[in-house]
C-alpha cells in the first residue's frame, strides 16, 4: 500500500527557513501529483501547495506564494517543502498527500493517502 513519511519539522525563529521532506512509498511514484497540506491547533486542515507529476505545475495557497517552494525528485520517490520566511501563523502540523491523479489539485477530499504529518512551530 502507499506509504508516505514526512520529515524536516521542528522549531524556528521567525524569519527563519525549513524543508519538509515526504519520502512515498507503495507505488509509481512518478505518475501522480503530490500536495502538501496543514493544520493549525483548532483549525480545518488548509491546503499548502501542490505539484505534478512531472513537476512542471505547481499550485500554492495564496498565504505561502513567493515564500514556500513545493518540488520532487522522482528518482528519490521524495517530494519537499521548502519554507522561508516563516511567520508564526505558519505554525501547524503539516501533512504530504497524493491521490489518483497527475496534476496539481487543492481539495483535501480529493487525496487519498496521507502522512502521519511533522509539526512546525514558529516562534515569533
Known amino acids: 500500500q502507499v506509504q508516505l513519511v514526512e520529515s524536516g519539522g521542528g522549531l524556528v525563529q521567525a524569519g527563519g527557513s525549513l524543508r519538509l521532506s515526504c519520502a512515498a512509498s507503495?507505488?509509481?511514484?512518478?505518475?501522480?501529483?503530490m500536495g502538501w497540506f496543514r493544520q493549525a491547533p483548532g483549525k480545518e486542515r488548509e491546503f499548502v501547495a501542490a505539484?505534478?507529476?512531472?513537476?512542471?505545475?505547481?499550485s500554492y495557497a495564496e498565504s505561502v506564494k513567493g515564500r514556500f517552494t513545493i518540488s520532487r525528485d522522482n528518482a528519490k520517490t521524495t517530494v519537499y517543502l521548502q519554507m522561508n520566511s516563516l511567520k508564526p501563523e505558519d505554525t501547524a502540523v503539516y501533512y504530504c498527500a497524493t491521490g489518483d491523479f497527475s496534476i496539481p489539485r487543492t481539495a483535501s477530499k480529493e487525496y487519498d493517502y496521507w502522512g502521519q504529518g511533522t509539526q512546525v512551530t514558529v516562534s515569533s
Open positions: 505539484i505534478s507529476w512531472s513537476g512542471r505545475l505547481t
Open positions: 507503495g507505488r509509481t511514484f512518478s505518475s501522480y501529483a
